[in-house]
């Protein structure tokens, strides 16, 4: 079961086309843009896999279409490089052997060829074919260092197009020739080794969760975002970069390493880099997925390995409400990116002069944590509302389902401002924040299965897409989304996040009500319409605390200055 090399690998004449570092490792599971483009023109061209995907846009196939090295034939990640199972065996699992050995046929891979797999994501889902296909036995197997983004700043050509169906392969695949753990191991190599979790840093602290039921990290886990294992050109980083890197983490020759991520994914790319860096990594296939759908396994959250520090703080701003009158409810305010609780002193005012008390949660590290001790705290006036503005729009509904799915308190009833809805792709691990990469999802079509599948199972609120469509009547919505209250404030001249995108994704949180407010820009509690807010907040909060035993809310917009979407 040891790598080898084929012959046409590493010839003086394809050493004069490479562009990786002198390391014989690297070039083991690497290979460069010219190199690659030599090779398809040798005696024994490799077959090159396109294996474009991601959360976003799960289905590789219109951009394989639209550009993709020569020859190189589409892996749908989704059918062709997982299996599927119960919940609690994670998003993707791995393959029966059988199903991949076809999958592989069908893409004309042989015994006597190499195999390159690529994709524009920096290998970043590339690496989940180069892990099984070498868990099944195949030892020439490489992924194109930078991927299409490198093909392309090499000034190679492209194909584009339906491609020819491959002539189909012969090779013959079993399994087991990389080492894999369950949710029990994966929790050993955490106590005992070192278990290095792929995801960003705002998933791993529990900040967002956008897909899977719980919010947070394995016990012990450390976390390593793969993007980090990338340079500035979306090349991997050299082998003593990478070394470095994973020396800092606490990796060391003689304690075991494991990779984990959200399902099994990214963690396939950072074992690609520990195995350029020299290691030997064992990856949890079902990852953070699976971990989070077994109610009985613990959850960390905050930024270290064994959870939150005790007395871990963020900060807060509190407006009570006027003495001697009785508190009529409770606001909790997450307030947006790049904000501060004091940003909202107009707001907090207005309303605890209305007899409400505001709390304003700053958007530190600990902010989760520190909603969590407020919604549970009894001493705090009912109905207890959660507010979130901007990208605290998005810690509330993590908040909110997070709560549910743990059985702990929740909020009585969720207010949305400004949820983002347009911002640019190409953020979160390729660049930006986990926040906005979120953000970009929602205006992102093709994730519309995803979100549908999120609804109807129940687990809810995964932002992560919007549409034109309505996916949910309201009614339903409020039952399988948020399953709370939800009120929707939008600003109608909002040019950060449009209307008409940021509407749909209200919707399918469960909004019963979406107010657009006229001439409200992107934060409308502070800018010139929040005498408007102010009153539909009041309207809201009196017919929550007033509303019927079904439950249900009268709609609100004909009451104030703005109109209902």
């Known amino acids: 079961m040891t790598d080898t090399l084929s012959t046409d690998v590493l010839t003086p004449e394809l050493l004069e086309a490479t562009d990786l570092p002198g390391d014989d490792t690297a070039r083991r599971h690497l290979v460069g843009p010219a190199e690659l483009h030599a090779l398809l023109g040798g005696p024994t061209p490799p077959v090159v896999l396109d294996v474009r995907w991601s959360l976003a846009a799960p289905d590789g196939r219109p951009a394989h279409r639209a550009g993709r090295v020569p020859g190189a034939v589409y892996v749908d990640l989704e059918r062709e ?48 074919a180069w892990w099984l296909l070498r868990w099944a036995g195949l030892t020439d197997v490489r992924v194109l260092d930078g991927g299409l983004g490198a093909w392309r700043a090499a000034g190679l050509p492209l194909e584009s197009g339906d491609a020819p169906a491959p002539v189909p392969g012969d090779v013959v695949l079993s399994g087991g020739y990389l080492p894999t753990v369950d949710a ?12 290095l979790d792929a995801r960003a840093g705002e998933r791993y602290r529990g900040e967002v969760e956008p897909v899977d039921p719980r919010a947070g990290h394995i016990p012990g886990a450390v976390s390593a975002p793969t993007a980090e294992n990338l340079g500035a050109d979306g090349r991997l980083l050299p082998a003593d970069a990478l070394a470095a890197r994973f020396a800092a983490l606490g990796v060391r020759p003689d304690v075991p390493v494991g990779v984990s991520c959200g399902s099994g994914v990214t963690a396939a790319h950072e074992a690609l880099a520990l195995t350029v860096a020299g290691y030997a990594p064992v990856l949890f296939p079902g990852s953070w997925s699976a971990w989070s759908n077994d109610p009985a396994r613990p959850v960390a959250t905050g930024p270290e390995p064994d959870g939150t520090p005790a007395g871990a703080t963020v900060a807060t701003r509190t407006w009570t409400e006027p003495d001697g009158i009785a508190p009529r409810g409770t606001l909790v305010v997450l307030v947006g990116r790049g904000e501060t609780p004091e940003v909202y002193e107009r707001f907090g005012r207005r309303l605890s002069a209305d007899a409400y008390r505001i ?9 989760r944590e520190a909603v969590a001790a407020l919604l549970a705290d009894a001493s705090l006036p009912a109905p207890r509302v959660l507010v979130g503005v901007d990208a605290g729009a998005l810690a509330a509904v993590t908040a909110t389902t997070t709560a549910a799915a743990a059985g702990t308190p929740g909020p009585d009833a969720v207010v949305l401002v400004g949820l983002p809805g347009a911002a640019e792709p ?23 299965k995803v979100l549908d599948r999120a609804a109807r199972s129940g687990i809810g609120a995964s932002v992560l897409g919007s549409s034109a469509t309505t996916v949910l009547s309201p009614a339903r919505a409020a039952r399988a989304a948020l399953g709370v209250p939800v009120l929707a404030l939008h600003g109608a001249a909002d040019a950060i996040s449009p209307a008409v995108d940021a509407v749909p994704l209200y919707r399918r949180l469960g909004a019963g009500e979406v107010v657009l407010v006229e001439d409200g820009l992107h934060d409308v509690l502070n800018d010139v319409a929040h005498r408007t807010v102010a009153a539909t907040l009041v309207l809201f909060l009196e017919r929550l605390r007033l509303r019927s035993a079904r439950g249900g809310l009268a709609p609100i917009a004909r009451d104030v200055a703005g109109e209902r979407a």
């Open 81 to 128: 490089l997982a299996g599927h199972g119960a919940p609690t065996d994670g998003r993707h699992p791995l393959p029966a052997v059988a199903d991949l050995q076809a999958a592989a046929r069908r893409w004309g891979v042989r015994a006597d060829r190499p195999v390159v797999v690529a994709d524009d994501a920096g290998g970043q889902s590339a690496a989940r």
């Open 359 to 367: 709390v304003a949660v700053d958007e530190g590290r600990h902010r």
């Open 426 to 448: 190409g953020s979160g691990p390729w660049g930006g924040s986990w926040s906005d990469e979120v953000a970009a999802r929602t205006a992102c079509p093709n994730h519309r």
């Open 184 to 195: 029990d191991g994966a929790a050993a190599l955490a106590r005992d080794g070192r278990l």
